[in-house]
């Protein structure tokens, strides 16, 4: 995986046995985008792109707080200047 970001989450997640104290993010791809632009709603698009570009699981990005939500969406944001909506639901 080529590594285009790094968080250190402020409040670790626990699931089961694992804690993630940070994600690790991937540069996004068209496959991404166009898998984004089924889905209605900033806060679902945010979790999904969490989800696909870092690897964590769904029970992962659910629990994430919201201050280091916050600060992936400020990075997440990055990689998106520049690109107009593509007319999605």
Same mark, same amino acid.
């Given at each position: 995986?080529?590594?285009?970001?790094? @968080?250190?989450?402020?409040?670790?997640? $626990?699931?089961?046995?694992?804690?993630?104290?940070?994600?690790?993010?991937?540069?996004?791809?068209?496959?991404?985008?166009?898998?984004? !632009?089924?889905? !209605? %709603? !900033?806060?679902?698009?945010?979790?999904?792109?969490?989800?696909?570009? $870092? %690897?964590?699981?769904?029970?992962?990005?659910?629990?994430?707080?919201?201050? !280091?939500?916050?600060?992936?969406?400020?990075?997440?944001? @990055?990689?998106?200047? %520049?690109?107009?909506?593509? %007319?999605?639901?």
């Amino acid at each position: 995986m080529s590594v285009a970001a790094k @968080v250190d989450l402020k409040y670790p997640v $626990s699931v089961g046995e694992e804690t993630i104290t940070e994600l690790v993010f991937k540069r996004p791809k068209v496959k991404h985008l166009r898998e984004m !632009d089924a889905i !209605d %709603g !900033d806060i679902a698009v945010t979790e999904a792109m969490i989800i696909a570009l $870092s %690897g964590v699981s769904p029970a992962v990005a659910a629990n994430i707080d919201a201050v !280091d939500f916050a600060k992936i969406s400020e990075v997440l944001a @990055v990689f998106f200047v %520049g690109i107009q909506p593509t %007319g999605g639901k």
